[in-house]
């Protein structure tokens, strides 16, 4: 936890990205990884003993993705989960133990209760009494602002903590570069869920359950705020419905300036609609 992800760690990860990748893939990341390696040889910023690990551990190419296998999009992604199923991931990420283990764990714990996008946490500030988020899809026309305020009140100290350390250590990891270490926590999620022996649900998955948990108790411009979306519409068929939220007693929610601009958004929408 919050160290950076080393070059040897990055061969690793993919060593172990059984059937993630196409064979063309895998032989344009492999040559990119002995380019780094020559690089950093040179540079001296490894020793001969960590080329020589790098480049035998990089031998241990993964198995490729097979042939007519399932697309991954975004409309076949999962839109929920079961709480035993999110323990069970738990368990096969603390039973392997590694340092981008235990962040993804982090990363899973703090999203089924806060609903972010994964890159949102880059650049994600805690108050004394907001969680502060640039909305990554602000310029879509859809984003209710370039911003958006989740309340902390209620929440335990150590339910804060850890959404602290989370934020730290995603910088830390990172090294400046989120979408890639976004598609790395992704991949390793997907073989944790295999290990476990469920069916596979992704990073964003953790953000429609949260959102989902609150339309079990919030209202939909309630919903629509702690989404980050301008339109109830959006935020009621867009993410995990209502029925697969879980029984629990407390939900974050937007702050009540966010709400009121989601309703200030629904009264000008309303208002340009023709009258019958």
Same mark, same amino acid.
């Given at each position: 936890?919050?160290?950076?992800?080393?070059?040897?760690?990055?061969?690793?990860?993919?060593?172990?990205?059984?059937?993630?990748?196409?064979?063309?893939?895998?032989?344009?990341?492999?040559?990119?990884?002995?380019?780094?390696?020559?690089?950093?040889?040179?540079?001296?910023?490894?020793?001969?003993?960590?080329?020589?690990?790098?480049?035998?551990?990089?031998?241990? %190419?993964?198995?490729?993705?097979?042939?007519?296998?399932?697309?991954?999009?975004?409309?076949?992604?999962?839109?929920?989960?079961?709480?035993?199923?999110?323990?069970?991931?738990?368990?096969?990420?603390?039973?392997?133990?590694?340092?981008?283990?235990?962040?993804?764990?982090?990363?899973?714990?703090?999203?089924?209760?806060? +609903?972010? %996008?994964?890159?949102?946490?880059?650049?994600?500030?805690? +108050?004394?009494?907001?969680?502060?988020?640039?909305?990554?899809?602000?310029?879509?026309?859809?984003?209710?602002?370039?911003?958006?305020?989740?309340?902390?009140?209620?929440?335990?100290?150590?339910?804060?903590?850890?959404?602290?350390?989370?934020? $730290?250590?995603?910088?830390?990891?990172?090294?400046?570069?989120?979408?890639?270490?976004?598609?790395?926590? +992704?991949?390793?999620?997907?073989?944790?869920?295999?290990? $476990?022996?469920?069916?596979?649900?992704?990073?964003?998955?953790?953000?429609?359950?949260?959102?989902?948990?609150?339309?079990?108790?919030?209202?939909?411009?309630?919903?629509?705020?702690?989404?980050?979306?301008?339109?109830?519409?959006?935020?009621?068929?867009?993410?995990?419905?209502?029925?697969?939220?879980?029984?629990?007693?407390?939900?974050?929610?937007?702050?009540?300036?966010?709400?009121?601009?989601?309703?200030?958004?629904?009264?000008?929408?309303?208002?340009?609609?023709?009258?019958?």
């Amino acid at each position: 936890m919050g160290c950076g992800v080393s070059l040897f760690d990055t061969i690793d990860c993919l060593a172990l990205a059984h059937e993630e990748f196409s064979p063309a893939t895998l032989r344009q990341y492999s040559a990119a990884l002995a380019m780094a390696i020559d690089f950093a040889e040179e540079l001296g910023e490894l020793d001969d003993k960590q080329v020589l690990a790098c480049r035998e551990r990089l031998t241990h %190419r993964p198995a490729p993705r097979k042939r007519g296998a399932e697309k991954r999009t975004s409309a076949k992604k999962r839109k929920s989960m079961c709480a035993s199923e999110l323990r069970a991931v738990g368990e096969a990420l603390r039973k392997r133990g590694r340092a981008g283990d235990m962040l993804l764990l982090r990363l899973l714990i703090n999203n089924v209760v806060f +609903g972010l %996008r994964p890159s949102e946490y880059s650049g994600a500030e805690v +108050g004394e009494i907001y969680l502060v988020v640039q909305t990554a899809k602000a310029t879509n026309g859809r984003a209710l602002s370039e911003t958006r305020e989740l309340e902390l009140e209620g929440l335990p100290d150590g339910q804060i903590e850890s959404l602290c350390t989370l934020i $730290a250590d995603l910088e830390t990891a990172a090294q400046g570069n989120v979408p890639a270490l976004i598609d790395s926590l +992704g991949a390793r999620l997907r073989r944790a869920c295999k290990s $476990a022996g469920i069916e596979p649900f992704s990073l964003y998955t953790t953000r429609h359950q949260a959102i989902a948990n609150l339309k079990g108790s919030g209202s939909a411009e309630e919903v629509a705020a702690f989404a980050g979306q301008g339109s109830i519409h959006t935020a009621r068929k867009s993410y995990a419905p209502r029925s697969a939220a879980w029984s629990i007693k407390k939900t974050v929610r937007a702050s009540p300036d966010m709400v009121e601009l989601v309703r200030a958004r629904q009264a000008s929408r309303m208002a340009l609609q023709p009258k019958l």
